[in-house]
């Protein structure tokens, strides 16, 4: 499922126009083709040999793309030494970085202070879709500045180890991870969904749980866009952590379709990627059934990070195959993996050789649609120098996809997260770890 409380469609469209030497071209084209990875390995190499502006702009994208705590100011920075040097809508999408890095930060005042500047200089300026998005956003950060500080997190000085169970869901038997939470002190269970921007609950738990409706007629975008509301739990406990005034969006998951719904029903309550921002670590062990959240976060033990924001809160992960790259939207919440049109245009074909065509449903919120696939039998990947494989991916022959993924090669989905042993996130340093498979299933 692919949700976003904030619906904006800003992507880099970087118009740079260089009479300059071989690095700052070799840098541009990155940008330009968004290849964030590695754009991170060839800035590292040629930064000392970059032109001012060149240097900046990636410095300050990267930042963004990898977490780092200063991105906002860096962007600030480089706006205000190297606007001129921006076409409008790069101009755009750094202000939309810049806000957003905020929020992801919880610091929801900020991101409306700047929102609110952006808004007021392009007065005028924007065609009414823009201006809605950008005042339904605007909206969102406001109210959430006024609860305050928001996300806090209250826990012992130690690593804490929560239970989980994987469990099989919906007509297919589709694997999810789930464990136990309380929500203002009502216990519930809930599904783990790296794929979710946004935690999420029925209207039925946030009426029962007792939770703060703060907003109503949010846009959320999933296969469609639909609409829900904007809740607070004022605590929100899992194993010994305590979090308090958590963000939640209020969704009703239901598609009228019986075999989706028996899938969409565990999708119900969900922790998503916003809440799992807030730790440095989480280790997931499906040898031992349990999460790891250690007192102090691991150093990276790869030379370079493999994981990224593909916007506010979502992530990519760079894997292997064979010899070759690919860049994954990271979604235990999605029950099995998949290519996108971006790898299938790339790979046609080899994939029309030894796929079978078929036709599929695809459920999310919003509903359910049918895509046209290719059925790829066995697909392996590597994260570091540790292996995965499933028995089966399907491959997108279009991109009629959310925007955030048209860019990745396909979806890590839960099928691939089961076949390693241990898969251990850090937002810190944004990397991601694996170890092997100890045990076979059942």
Request: glycine share 8%; proline share 4%.
């Given at each position: 499922m692919k949700k976003r409380l904030f619906v904006i469609v800003l992507l880099i469209n970087t118009t740079i126009f260089l009479c300059a030497q071989q690095p700052d071209e070799r840098i541009g084209n990155l940008i330009s083709q968004a290849k964030w990875f590695e754009l991170q390995r060839?800035?590292?190499?040629?930064?000392?040999?970059?032109?001012p502006f060149i240097h900046d702009f990636a410095s300050s994208?990267?930042?963004?793309?990898?977490n780092e705590p200063d991105a906002p100011e860096k962007l600030g920075n480089m706006m205000n030494k190297h606007g001129?040097?921006?076409?409008?809508?790069?101009?755009?999408?750094?202000?939309?970085?810049?806000?957003?890095?905020?929020?992801?930060?919880?610091?929801?005042?900020?991101?409306?202070?700047v929102l609110s500047s952006i808004m007021k200089q392009l007065e005028g300026h924007l065609d009414e879709k823009t201006q809605l998005e950008y005042t339904d956003m605007l909206k969102s950060y406001q109210t959430l500045a006024n609860e305050g500080d928001i996300l806090q997190v209250q826990r012992p000085e130690k690593d804490?180890?929560?239970?989980?169970?994987?469990?099989?869901?919906?007509?297919?038997?589709?694997?999810?991870?789930?464990?136990?939470?309380?929500?203002?002190?009502?216990?519930?269970?809930?599904?783990?969904?790296?794929?979710?921007?946004?935690?999420?609950?029925?209207?039925?738990?946030?009426?029962?749980?007792?939770?703060?409706?703060?907003?109503?007629?949010?846009?959320?975008?999933?296969?469609?866009?639909?609409?829900?509301?904007?809740?607070?739990?004022?605590?929100?406990?899992?194993?010994?952590?305590?979090?308090?005034?958590?963000?939640?969006?209020?969704?009703n998951m239901k598609t009228n379709n019986a075999a989706a719904d028996s899938f969409m029903n565990s999708l119900r309550s969900l922790i998503g990627a916003d809440l799992l921002a807030r730790l440095e670590e989480v280790e997931i062990?499906?040898?031992?059934?349990q999460i790891k959240i250690p007192q102090r976060a691991t150093p990276n033990p790869l030379k370079y990070s493999n994981l990224r924001f593909n916007n506010e809160y979502l992530w990519t992960i760079e894997v292997t195959s064979g010899t070759e790259n690919l860049s994954m939207h990271f979604d235990c919440g999605a029950g099995g993996s998949s290519l996108t049109g971006k790898y299938f245009n790339n790979h046609k074909e080899m994939i029309q050789q030894t796929g079978k065509q078929d036709t599929i449903r695809v459920a999310g919120f919003g509903g359910i649609m049918r895509k046209d696939i290719y059925k790829l039998p066995g697909f392996c990947i590597s994260v570091g120098p540790v292996e995965g494989c499933i028995?089966?991916?399907?491959?997108?022959?279009?991109?009629?996809?959310?925007?955030?993924?048209t860019n990745e090669d396909g979806w890590f989905g839960m099928d691939l997260f089961y076949s390693y042993g241990s898969i251990t996130i850090n937002l810190k340093d944004m990397y991601v770890k694996t170890t092997p498979k100890k045990r076979s299933d059942g």
């Amino acid at each position: 499922m692919k949700k976003r409380l904030f619906v904006i469609v800003l992507l880099i469209n970087t118009t740079i126009f260089l009479c300059a030497q071989q690095p700052d071209e070799r840098i541009g084209n990155l940008i330009s083709q968004a290849k964030w990875f590695e754009l991170q390995r060839e800035y590292a190499i040629y930064k000392d040999s970059l032109s001012p502006f060149i240097h900046d702009f990636a410095s300050s994208l990267l930042s963004y793309y990898f977490n780092e705590p200063d991105a906002p100011e860096k962007l600030g920075n480089m706006m205000n030494k190297h606007g001129q040097m921006l076409d409008y809508h790069s101009q755009l999408s750094c202000g939309y970085f810049i806000h957003t890095s905020y929020a992801r930060m919880g610091q929801n005042g900020s991101a409306a202070a700047v929102l609110s500047s952006i808004m007021k200089q392009l007065e005028g300026h924007l065609d009414e879709k823009t201006q809605l998005e950008y005042t339904d956003m605007l909206k969102s950060y406001q109210t959430l500045a006024n609860e305050g500080d928001i996300l806090q997190v209250q826990r012992p000085e130690k690593d804490i180890i929560i239970p989980i169970t994987v469990d099989s869901v919906g007509k297919y038997g589709q694997k999810a991870i789930h464990l136990n939470g309380c929500i203002n002190g009502n216990p519930q269970q809930f599904q783990l969904d790296t794929g979710a921007g946004h935690s999420v609950v029925s209207p039925e738990m946030a009426k029962r749980c007792k939770m703060r409706i703060i907003r109503d007629s949010i846009k959320v975008s999933g296969l469609k866009t639909g609409y829900g509301q904007l809740a607070i739990a004022d605590t929100f406990s899992i194993g010994e952590m305590t979090f308090h005034k958590v963000p939640f969006l209020v969704l009703n998951m239901k598609t009228n379709n019986a075999a989706a719904d028996s899938f969409m029903n565990s999708l119900r309550s969900l922790i998503g990627a916003d809440l799992l921002a807030r730790l440095e670590e989480v280790e997931i062990n499906f040898d031992s059934l349990q999460i790891k959240i250690p007192q102090r976060a691991t150093p990276n033990p790869l030379k370079y990070s493999n994981l990224r924001f593909n916007n506010e809160y979502l992530w990519t992960i760079e894997v292997t195959s064979g010899t070759e790259n690919l860049s994954m939207h990271f979604d235990c919440g999605a029950g099995g993996s998949s290519l996108t049109g971006k790898y299938f245009n790339n790979h046609k074909e080899m994939i029309q050789q030894t796929g079978k065509q078929d036709t599929i449903r695809v459920a999310g919120f919003g509903g359910i649609m049918r895509k046209d696939i290719y059925k790829l039998p066995g697909f392996c990947i590597s994260v570091g120098p540790v292996e995965g494989c499933i028995p089966e991916i399907y491959a997108y022959i279009d991109s009629d996809l959310p925007f955030f993924i048209t860019n990745e090669d396909g979806w890590f989905g839960m099928d691939l997260f089961y076949s390693y042993g241990s898969i251990t996130i850090n937002l810190k340093d944004m990397y991601v770890k694996t170890t092997p498979k100890k045990r076979s299933d059942g």
